[in-house]
């Protein structure tokens, strides 16, 4: 009788467990389909009572997942959504810059439309006072600085989305951190109560890799089937039931704009900021090139724009329009106080002349100017030269422009420095004084710049008052070999300006890597800027540390940086001032590759500062046209590389995802069979079953009968 009992309760158990199996195979079948699905098994053991087997025993629902190609698949799955964000953006970026021409001119790249300005003065050169060539050298002038300013906006605007797109992220890894804990309470739940928990890890991990796809993180799984999860940084994001939660605010991006010290938000989890410690991930790719990649093309174009208007500007600041013009003002962005103070050579005359529609010196003076100390004594001493007219010949307007007008109606007013030169003098806090660059009289004051703005690709663009008349457009120039008057001052055939222009262009040019040119020009170099924080200069012989106060004037940084530098021994490490009437200031390094660290308030941004001033492309020497052509070659070399990444990083995916649905996927035919096998088996333990009652029944008919 016992042996009986034993033998249908181990035949039920079977029939239990069989029906338990055959519904799991079921519903893998049903599953098969389904994305992160794993493949699930009933795991069983022999059931011994008294050294008596009695069946089997039902020890759980599982899933059939290898773990290490887990960890594997949510590797690669970072990895891929990194190099796909990253590629996206530099393909953008390639889409923005072009591709050069094949033809040398005409084409709608900056590298073909310095060669087709370059075109354009070359006939300018034979013709220079024919309007219609006037006009074309003017728009293509003004269709290459449109087209720097395009370029610049479009970085700036894919900086923006990429800041956008950090954001929106961060909004995505907390809803996925969210459901991991939500299923954390699920499962915790269903351990406690013995009920399977196979279908809701499933659910988890496909969390937790949508989680691995936006930044880099580490897990495991505690006794209890709760899973924890940190950064690889070791910042805590999902423990002890709890959520620690990412945010991040996006900002609108411009060229000045970067992080942290510059406008841009961190990415915080409580508060800790873990920007730089995001190394993997969408993340990561969205943050190298907000901060990085993007950077580096602004800066490149930044350096050939600066380069661009300097180069340009020093050659016509000493020419002039044919006709003369019956004013002179200085260029737009320009301001002179009367009570700037100016350091000109002991030679410095400037010749200041009246000149007629054909370009006869009707009247001049050569101003001797080598006494003067303020912006204010150059105008008087220019007037006096004229006898003190009513209305002056010169004088500063409302904006702090210098404007020299012709006295004389019908006529022209033309400059040119006969001998010496010019710089500006900055007086420091302590006192002291600081000289700038010495330059002509007509490059000082900006008289005939034809770019403004050229301290950024942001800003350049062509002298206003050549885009309403091109005929003002300096081709020319003042004759001051004479030394009486009426006679021919201004050519109608000098093209020597445009000449001069040409040949800059197609001129071998030095763009370095171990200078820093603000992109920030400044009305006034000895105006506190109200700017604080600190910084360090690497390049020179020993890092040079750096601490800015808000008193500070422009003057004042550059020769705290100067101190600083020969304080810690730094060869080469130097600061100035550029530019008159608007400044920059200059960093270089001398020789080494210049960079910033240690940056903390808002110094750097502001004075737009780069620690890459020509980019990825380093110390070069090319044409202008060879140098846009490198950016955008660099660009393209670079986009492609990082498609390449992108689809190798994807083909690797892809793999390992195979690999894992190999060992954990449902494999259709084999659960088909395995649904026979136990559908065979079932059939076999109801036969026991059946055997057993009959046997029982025969048992007792015996013991009753």
């Known amino acids: 009788m016992a042996g009986l009992n034993v033998a249908l309760s181990t035949a039920v158990s079977s029939l239990l467990l069989l029906e338990k199996q055959m519904s799991v195979t079921s519903n893998n079948i049903s599953n098969a389909n389904t994305t992160g699905y794993s493949k699930e098994s009933v795991q069983v053991a022999s059931s011994v009572t008294g050294g008596v087997g009695t069946g089997v025993t039902d020890l759980g629902t599982v899933s059939d997942v290898d773990k290490f190609l887990q960890n594997s698949v949510l590797s690669a799955n970072t990895e891929s959504s990194q190099a796909s964000a990253y590629s996206s953006l530099y393909q953008d970026l390639q889409n923005a810059l072009g591709q050069v021409t094949s033809n040398e001119t005409g084409g709608n790249d900056i590298s073909s439309q310095l060669g087709t300005l370059e075109t354009a003065l070359s006939t300018l050169s034979t013709t220079p006072s024919n309007t219609a060539q006037l006009t074309n050298v003017v728009q293509d002038l003004d269709n290459l600085t449109s087209n720097l300013r395009s370029v610049s906006s479009k970085i700036q605007q894919l900086r923006t989305s990429a800041d956008s797109q950090i954001s929106q992220t961060v909004d995505d890894a907390n809803t996925q951190l969210d459901t991991i804990n939500g299923l954390n309470n699920q499962i915790i739940s269903a351990e406690n109560q013995g009920q399977s928990t196979a279908a809701l890890s499933d659910l988890r991990m496909n969390a937790l890799k949508s989680l691995s796809s936006d930044l880099d993180v580490n897990y495991y799984v505690k006794s209890d089937g709760g899973m924890e999860v940190f950064t690889t940084s070791g910042q805590q994001l999902i423990t002890g039931g709890s959520v620690s939660k990412l945010s991040h605010t996006s900002v609108p991006v411009s060229a000045n704009t970067t992080y942290a010290s510059g406008g841009i938000n961190g990415i915080m989890v409580g508060g800790t900021d873990i920007t730089s410690e995001i190394s993997s991930g969408k993340l990561a790719g969205l943050i190298q090139q907000r901060d990085t990649e993007l950077p580096n093309?602004?800066?490149?174009?930044?350096?050939?724009?600066?380069?661009?208007?300097?180069?340009?500007?020093?050659?016509?600041?000493?020419?002039?329009?044919?006709?003369?013009?019956?004013?002179?003002?200085?260029?737009?962005?320009?301001?002179?106080?009367?009570?700037?103070?100016?350091?000109?050579?002991?030679?410095?005359?400037?010749?200041?002349?009246?000149?007629?529609?054909?370009?006869?010196?009707?009247?001049?003076?050569?101003?001797?100017?080598?006494?003067?100390?303020?912006?204010?004594?150059?105008?008087?001493?220019?007037?006096?030269?004229?006898?003190?007219?009513?209305?002056?010949?010169?004088?500063?307007?409302?904006?702090?422009?210098?404007?020299?007008?012709?006295?004389?109606?019908?006529?022209?007013?033309?400059?040119?420095?006969?001998?010496?030169?010019?710089?500006?003098?900055?007086?420091?806090?302590?006192?002291?004084?600081?000289?700038?660059?010495?330059?002509?009289?007509?490059?000082?004051?900006?008289?005939?710049?034809?770019?403004?703005?050229?301290?950024?690709?942001?800003?350049?663009?062509?002298?206003?008052?050549?885009?309403k008349n091109a005929d003002l457009f300096p081709s020319a120039t003042l004759n001051t070999g004479s030394t009486t008057y009426p006679y021919s001052g201004i050519g109608a055939s000098d093209g020597s300006i445009a000449t001069s222009l040409e040949n800059a262009l197609l001129a071998s040019n030095n763009f370095t890597a171990n200078t820093a040119v603000g992109t920030t020009a400044e009305s006034s170099t000895t105006t506190p800027l109200g700017l604080s924080g600190s910084f360090s200069i690497d390049g020179g012989t020993s890092r040079v540390g750096v601490t800015v106060t808000s008193t500070m004037t422009l003057s004042d940084i550059a020769e705290a940086i100067n101190t600083a530098a020969t304080s810690a021994g730094a060869t080469g490490v130097t600061a100035s001032v550029v530019g008159n009437g608007n400044y920059q200031l200059q960093i270089t390094t001398g020789?080494?590759?210049?960079?910033?660290?240690?940056?903390?308030?808002?110094?750097?941004?502001?004075?737009?500062?780069?620690?890459?001033?020509?980019?990825?492309?380093?110390?070069?020497?090319?044409?202008?046209?060879?140098?846009?052509?490198?950016?955008?070659?660099?660009?393209?070399?670079?986009?492609?590389?990082?498609?390449?990444?992108?689809?190798?990083?994807?083909?690797?995916?892809?793999?390992?995802?195979?690999?894992?649905?190999?060992?954990?996927?449902?494999?259709?035919?084999?659960?088909?069979?395995?649904?026979?096998?136990?559908?065979?088996?079932?059939?076999?333990?109801?036969?026991?079953?059946?055997?057993?009652?009959?046997?029982?029944?025969?048992?007792?008919?015996?013991?009753?009968?």
């Open 297 to 467: 093309a602004q800066n490149a174009l930044d350096t050939l724009s600066q380069s661009l208007s300097s180069t340009l500007n020093s050659i016509t600041s000493q020419g002039t329009a044919n006709p003369a013009p019956s004013t002179l003002t200085s260029a737009t962005g320009t301001s002179f106080a009367s009570t700037d103070k100016v350091a000109p050579s002991s030679n410095l005359t400037v010749r200041v002349a009246m000149v007629d529609s054909s370009g006869q010196v009707q009247n001049f003076q050569d101003v001797d100017l080598s006494g003067a100390a303020t912006v204010a004594d150059i105008v008087s001493d220019i007037n006096t030269a004229f006898g003190s007219p009513t209305p002056p010949v010169a004088s500063l307007n409302g904006s702090g422009q210098l404007v020299l007008s012709s006295t004389t109606s019908g006529q022209g007013i033309a400059v040119s420095t006969v001998s010496g030169s010019l710089a500006s003098v900055s007086t420091l806090t302590d006192g002291t004084t600081t000289t700038g660059t010495s330059t002509n009289f007509g490059s000082f004051f900006h008289l005939n710049d034809v770019i403004t703005g050229g301290s950024s690709a942001t800003s350049i663009s062509v002298n206003s008052s050549l885009l």
């Open 591 to 705: 020789g080494s590759t210049l960079t910033f660290g240690n940056i903390s308030g808002n110094v750097i941004s502001s004075l737009g500062l780069s620690s890459s001033p020509s980019g990825y492309l380093g110390t070069t020497s090319s044409t202008f046209s060879g140098y846009a052509a490198s950016i955008i070659s660099d660009v393209a070399a670079r986009a492609s590389n990082a498609s390449t990444a992108a689809t190798s990083s994807q083909t690797t995916l892809s793999t390992m995802t195979n690999n894992l649905s190999a060992q954990s996927g449902v494999n259709t035919d084999e659960e088909m069979a395995k649904l026979t096998e136990l559908q065979n088996a079932y059939a076999s333990s109801a036969k026991v079953v059946s055997t057993v009652q009959t046997m029982f029944n025969a048992l007792l008919q015996a013991v009753n009968g």
